[in-house]
């Protein structure tokens, strides 16, 4: 069966034509961003759960949360400070708002939805956003960073979190970050 004006050329003409049209529109997008960047980012983050001030507060859990000692299905919001240093009174260089989840029966392990914020600095007004499994008795946590905003617009990249300080009787911790990103 012959169809009229598709020819095995007429489609491949289209199709370089396309082509075409899709490598303008993806130069003139990386024209107007500009080149990729790669940035690194050290702070910390202050999770205070007991105590006067506290940053992060609990507002659901599952009927059966306290019988699990991973405390499954706790469910806190968070407002945490971010220094760039250990100490609280360090220079604040923005907040981590977001929420965690117990999310695992039978080890110590959160779902984290973390937005980063920015208050000072050269990102002051940008943001970071964090999604994943933080498994907070490992050394080493590896969270991917999924998107940003301001400096860091379509950003993508990874976060490494490690334990500066952990208080057993209150639950408050200082966790150190690494993050690095790729953005435009």
Same mark, same amino acid.
């Given at each position: 069966?012959?169809?009229?004006?598709?020819?095995?050329? &007429?489609?491949?003409? +289209?199709?370089?034509?396309?082509?075409?049209?899709?490598?303008? $529109?993806?130069?003139? *997008?990386?024209?107007?961003?500009?080149?990729?960047?790669?940035?690194?980012?050290?702070?910390?983050?202050?999770?205070?759960?007991?105590?006067? &001030?506290?940053?992060?507060?609990?507002? #659901?859990?599952?009927?059966?949360?306290?019988?699990?000692?991973?405390?499954?299905?706790?469910?806190?919001?968070?407002?945490?400070?971010?220094?760039?240093?250990?100490? $609280?009174?360090?220079?604040?260089?923005?907040? *981590?708002?977001?929420?965690?989840?117990?999310?695992?029966?039978?080890?110590?392990?959160?779902?984290?939805?973390?937005?980063?914020?920015?208050?000072?600095?050269?990102? &002051?007004?940008?943001?970071? +956003?964090?999604?994943?499994? &933080?498994?907070?008795?490992?050394?080493?946590?590896?969270?991917?960073?999924?998107?940003?905003?301001?400096?860091?617009?379509? $950003?993508?990249?990874? #976060?490494?979190?490690?334990?500066?300080?952990?208080?057993?009787?209150?639950?408050?911790?200082?966790?150190?970050?690494?993050?690095?990103?790729?953005?435009?």
């Amino acid at each position: 069966m012959i169809m009229k004006g598709y020819s095995p050329v &007429n489609i491949t003409m +289209a199709a370089v034509v396309l082509l075409v049209f899709l490598y303008l $529109a993806v130069a003139e *997008a990386k024209v107007k961003l500009g080149p990729e960047k790669v940035s690194h980012l050290h702070f910390y983050f202050h999770d205070l759960v007991g105590g006067k &001030n506290v940053t992060a507060v609990e507002v #659901a859990s599952a009927p059966t949360t306290d019988s699990y000692f991973t405390q499954f299905g706790l469910v806190r919001v968070m407002d945490d400070p971010l220094t760039e240093e250990p100490k $609280a009174t360090s220079k604040l260089v923005g907040r *981590a708002q977001g929420i965690y989840v117990s999310s695992c029966q039978h080890r110590v392990q959160l779902l984290m939805a973390t937005t980063f914020i920015f208050e000072s600095g050269k990102y &002051n007004g940008s943001t970071l +956003a964090m999604v994943g499994k &933080n498994a907070v008795f490992d050394e080493v946590r590896e969270m991917p960073i999924l998107g940003g905003s301001g400096l860091f617009r379509l $950003a993508r990249g990874y #976060a490494l979190a490690r334990t500066h300080s952990f208080d057993l009787t209150s639950g408050n911790a200082v966790v150190q970050y690494d993050v690095t990103v790729l953005h435009y």
